[in-house]
């Protein structure tokens, strides 16, 4: 558990992060791999979400948005190797990446599981909905671009540097920024995450995520995105900010190609880190999204 340094934050807030939920561990591949669930009856099969998080970032980042669809769904969220508090890798890969999605789905004894990837998380979302058909009942990208150029690193510059410890949990803090760059009006959730990223140990706190995750990660096979898309056997939706970099009108209609066009929500007025600006609205939006790409027959996604 982090320690506590939170900016003021509404109530609900406070509310959705002390939703009751469980943590739990499973080894995938010879690693270990931290994934949250949350659910209001385990004596209930309800269908289930399954949140992946981006480059560099952790499952906390989904601990105020996942306790918005605990009426209708059970939830989880994963901690990808060399994230959070999952286990570092010295190598890694999309399709391990993978692997450790449907190992913990599994693990967590998901139904009619919709998998949601938000920008690097979306690439290992779709590559997971592609390699493994009929395992999900709806794959959901959030700022995740299908352009070629998504498929590489761009947001994280590595360097061949020892581990830096920080002597206070604020100073720690103050070193977290959002990649890309970009404004955000909601100090308390970055406060919330920037604590969740680091870990305390008797040197000080450092951060826990591994630095050198794609100079560690092995080249795919996979196809172009747009080619997996188009072979993807569930219903395939987008929600992009408005303001994102990595969506212009040339790129949305080239993704109206492949996407029918209700499929595709912009959020007005945000950047790439969408649902950590208006989390309310992303929640909306991701709900209505979600229940408009209902398959006539979810049962046949069951695992």
Known sequence: MADTLITKAPPWFD?????????????????????????KDSK??????????????????????APGFLDNYDVIAVDLSG?????????????????????????????????????????????????????FSRLILVDSSLEKRASHPVY?????????????????TKRFKLRPSQ?????????YIGAHSVRKTTSGYYFKLDEQLFKKMNKTNLPTAFSMIKAISCPVGLIYGAKSRFFTPQSIQRLERVLPKKHIISIKNTYHHLFLETPEIFVEKLDYLANLMLPKDPLMYSP
Not at 93 to 111: H, M, P, Q, R, T
């Open 15 to 39: 509310h959705y992060i002390k939703a009751s939920s469980s943590d739990h561990l499973v080894t995938i591949c010879g690693c270990k791999i931290h994934y949250r669930k949350w659910q």
């Open 44 to 65: 209930i099969d309800r269908p289930s979400l399954i949140f992946v998080h981006g480059n560099s970032a952790h499952l906390h980042w989904w601990d105020f948005i």
């Open 83 to 135: 994230s959070g508090d999952s286990e570092h890798r010295k190598e890694y890969s999309l399709e391990v990446f993978c692997n450790e999605i449907i190992g913990v789905c599994e693990d967590a004894k998901l139904n009619t599981i919709t998998i949601i990837g938000h920008s690097f998380g979306g690439n290992i979302a779709r590559s997971c909905a592609f390699l493994y058909p009929n395992f």
């Open 156 to 172: 994280l510059k590595t360097k061949n540097t020892t581990k830096r410890y920080y002597d206070t949990l604020e100073e720690a």
């Open 183 to 191: 404004p955000c009006a909601n100090q308390y959730i970055l406060d």
